[in-house]
């Protein structure tokens, strides 16, 4: 079994699970898709939940080495460097490019949490523990630098909740916003002009608190 077989069965488990969720998939249409036996991925994987969890992983990691923004976070401390506001902007346009892929559509992986939104499995609390609270915690953490000392804690939160939602909308409604929004383009002009709209109206409501 070499890596080759693995990342074949990871890349057609990321697809399928995508495109399906974890219930609907099953490990036969993922060997079937990836030219692989089941014996495969029982050896690489343990179990179709292993698998699953790694594809989560491999689809993450893939969305962070495509985004430019998180080449730009060389420290990984969110951009820390930069002015609170900076640091906005440059989040909900890192959460829109991982929401969408370079072509406008949606990505593996917000395709992957939109159905674990919907139908969670434990794989989502270990994605929360990996990476989605810890992220949520430092956009908490821009937010609350961004409305000073005196803004109340829940307020600020519900903020960025919201913000997070809206960064995670576009790929829910990619494919039918252009018959709802004639024009409107999720390339990378179309997703900065997004990201810009989003930062600029919590900026707002962030100072109102």
Not at 14 to 28: D, K, P, W
Request: a neutral charge; one cysteine or more; glycine letters at 6%.
């Amino acid at each position: 079994m070499d890596e080759t077989t693995k990342n074949r069965i990871l890349t057609a488990a990321v697809g399928l699970f995508a495109g399906q969720g974890f219930a609907a998939t099953s490990v036969r249409q993922i060997c079937e898709a990836a030219e692989a036996n089941v014996a495969s991925v029982n050896y690489h994987f343990g179990s179709k939940r292993g698998l699953y969890d790694a594809s989560l992983d491999y689809a993450r990691a893939r969305s962070n080495e495509s985004n430019p923004l998180v080449e730009l976070d060389t420290h990984r401390d969110f951009w820390s460097d930069h002015q609170p506001v900076e640091r906005l902007q440059h989040f909900t346009a890192m959460m829109i490019d991982h929401a969408l892929t370079n072509e406008g559509k949606p990505s593996d992986l917000s395709r992957m949490m939109i159905h674990e939104m919907l139908d969670p499995t434990p794989a989502f609390e270990r994605q929360v523990e990996l990476s989605i609270g810890r992220v949520f915690d430092a956009l908490v953490a821009i937010c609350r630098e961004v409305a000073g000392p005196d803004a109340k804690l829940a307020d600020v939160r519900r903020i960025a909740m919201l913000v997070s939602a809206q960064c995670l909308y576009p790929a829910l409604i990619a494919s039918s916003m252009p018959q709802l929004y004639p024009g409107l383009r999720f390339d990378k002009g179309g997703r900065r002009q997004l990201a810009g709209a989003i930062a600029s109206n919590t900026l707002l409501s962030l100072k109102a608190l």
